[in-house]
């Protein structure tokens, strides 16, 4: 069972260029999140999507979009990279929106931007 | 011990000893509490999971304690293990209109030592 798994694993990237990164969950999760983790500030919130069909900001969403292309996949793209998106980015999964289910994470992407 | 949105404290232990981890929160509307071990590379992973109702839950060698006078939570980790060694983070939900919104402290890096 892969859960949730994230492409790539690594990337790194020069100012100005664009990326997509890609989030796939096989658990039948109605809920996908992206966060950025950098150190000393915990995870963020990025962006989510309650459910299929619907996208909504999170607590940093500056410098990104996102697409729900379907249940399954949830994906993350920065039009024109800047030094300040070097992080670490994980998307997780939930079954649904609501406040007492866990979410369950990916490996990470590790993001450099030059 | 943690506090949620600050610092990234650490505990040393001797294997076989139990090992308990804290976290302070400070929204006293957070009725759902989620503790995730992090390994290096890794994602954060599930661990348990307590909600406001309950006072105490355990699991495998693993036991949650909420004190909602106080606003703290703790991870018990009996006879802790080499393999426990990671960063342990709390996460809390605030309900009500924050749905699955998970709010992560930073942290509490655990090492145990043979």
């Known amino acids: 069972n892969a859960g949730v798994t994230q492409t790539p694993k690594f990337q790194v990237l020069k100012t100005g260029q664009s990326m997509t990164l890609q989030c796939a969950q096989d658990?039948?999760?109605?809920?996908m999140y992206w966060y950025r983790q950098d150190p000393g500030m915990g995870l963020r919130l990025i962006y989510y999507?309650?459910?299929?069909?619907?996208?909504d900001k999170g607590e940093v969403p500056n410098g990104y979009n996102v697409s729900r292309l379907n249940k399954r996949e949830f994906s993350l793209r920065l039009e024109s990279a800047a030094p300040s998106q070097t992080s670490v980015y994980f998307c997780?999964?939930?079954?649904?929106?609501?406040?007492?289910?866990?979410?369950?994470f990916g490996d990470g992407t590790r993001l450099s931007i030059l | 011990g943690e506090s949620v949105g600050l610092h990234l404290p650490t505990l040393s232990v001797q294997e076989g000893d139990n090992s308990i981890i804290n976290c302070a929160y400070s929204?006293?509307?957070?009725?759902?509490f989620i503790w995730y071990k992090q390994e290096s590379g890794k994602g954060p992973q599930f661990i348990i999971d307590?909600?406001?109702?309950?006072d105490k839950r355990q699991g495998q060698r693993v036991t949650v304690l909420l004190n909602k006078t106080v606003k703290h939570l703790s991870l018990q980790i009996a006879a802790t293990q080499p393999g426990d060694s990671a960063v342990y983070f709390c996460?809390?939900?605030?309900?009500?209109?924050?749905?699955?919104?998970?709010?992560f402290g930073q942290g509490t890096i655990l090492t145990v030592h043979p």
């Open positions: 997780a999964s939930s079954v649904d929106w609501v406040g007492d289910q866990p979410q369950h």
């Open positions: 658990m039948n999760h109605n809920s």
């Open positions: 999507s309650a459910s299929e069909g619907t996208t």
């Open positions: 929204n006293s509307a957070s009725d759902y």
């Open positions: 307590i909600r406001s109702n309950m």
């Open positions: 996460a809390e939900n605030a309900g009500g209109t924050s749905y699955g919104k998970l709010t």
